[in-house]
C-alpha cells in the first residue's frame, strides 16, 4: 500500500507543469531596517566640455510648373550637395535624408477659384561632422553647390560617456557631502547609504549658435563658435542617520 501511495504521488507531481509550480512560489524581498533615522537627498553632478560634433541640416527647394521638372531639378541639385559633402570628407553613414516632399503651388485672387502655378519639391537632409573648424568651409560649399536651406548647427558631444562618468563621481560626492550637513546640523551621523538611483544624465543645451552666413564676394567662410556644454546627472540617495 505505502509504494501505490508514493507511485500516485509521483504521478500527480509530474502532471503538473513545472511553470506552474514556479508561478506559485514567492521570493522575499528583503527591507533594510533602519533604528535610527532615514534621510533621503537628491544631487547633481555636472561636467563642462567643449562640443566636438555638429549637426546640421541642409536642403534644397526648388519651384517648377510641373511635378516631374521639380524633382528632376531637385533631384540632380540635391546630387551636387551630396557631392560637395563627399569632398568635404563627409562620410555616407553622417548624411541621413530627412525628408522629402512635393507640394502643389496656388495663386489666390479674390473671388476667383484657385489656380495651380506649379510644383515644390524639397529634399532635406541632416549631415553630422566632427571637425569644427571646417563648419565654415562646409556651410558655403553647400550654398555654392544649390542647398538653399540651412538649418543649426546643433552642437553635441559625439561620445559623452566619459564626460557622464564623472559627472556620476561628483553626483555621488554631493550626495554623500549634503548627508553629512544634515547630519552635523541634527547633531547626528551618517551611519550607512542605503540606497542610491540615478535620474538620467543629460546635456545643458547651450544657446543656439547663430550660423554667420558671408557674402560671396567677401572671401570670408561662415563660421560659429563652439562654446562650452554641460552635461548633467541627478541622483535619489538614502541614508540613516544616528
Known amino acids: 500500500m ?3 501511495f508514493i507511485a500516485a504521488l509521483a504521478l500527480v507531481a509530474t502532471a503538473i507543469p513545472a511553470g506552474a509550480i514556479a508561478q506559485t512560489q514567492t521570493i522575499p524581498v528583503q527591507v533594510p531596517l533602519i533604528s535610527g533615522t532615514r534621510l533621503d537627498v537628491s544631487a547633481t553632478g555636472e561636467v563642462t566640455r567643449v562640443p566636438d560634433m555638429a549637426i546640421i541640416s541642409a536642403g534644397v527647394q526648388t519651384l517648377q510648373p510641373t511635378a516631374t521638372a521639380a524633382i528632376e531639378e531637385n533631384a ?17 553613414r553622417d548624411i541621413q535624408t530627412s525628408s522629402i516632399n ?13 489656380r495651380l502655378t506649379g510644383y515644390r519639391a524639397t529634399n532635406t537632409v541632416n549631415v553630422k561632422f566632427r571637425d569644427l573648424k571646417r563648419t565654415g568651409a562646409i556651410l558655403d560649399a553647400l550654398v555654392a553647390e544649390g542647398s538653399n536651406q540651412i538649418n543649426g548647427p546643433n552642437l553635441t ?6 564626460a ?3 559627472a556620476r563621481m561628483k ?7 549634503r548627508a553629512d550637513l544634515y547630519a552635523r546640523a541634527l547633531g547626528m551621523r551618517v551611519v550607512r547609504l542605503i540606497s542610491v538611483s540615478e535620474g538620467g544624465g543629460y546635456n545643458v543645451p547651450p544657446p543656439m549658435p547663430m550660423v554667420a552666413m558671408a557674402e560671396r564676394s567677401g572671401g570670408a567662410d561662415s563660421k560659429i563658435d563652439p562654446g562650452t556644454q554641460q552635461l548633467q546627472v541627478n541622483v535619489s540617495m538614502s541614508f540613516e542617520l544616528q
Open 102 to 114: 512635393l507640394n502643389p503651388e496656388y495663386q489666390y485672387d479674390q473671388n476667383r477659384p484657385p
Open 171 to 177: 553626483a555621488i560626492a554631493n550626495g554623500r557631502a
Open 2 to 4: 505505502r509504494m501505490r
Open 157 to 162: 558631444i559625439d561620445k559623452p560617456e566619459s
Open 76 to 92: 540632380a541639385r540635391m546630387e551636387r550637395v551630396r557631392a560637395a559633402l563627399k569632398r568635404a570628407g563627409i562620410e555616407d
Open 164 to 166: 557622464l562618468d564623472e
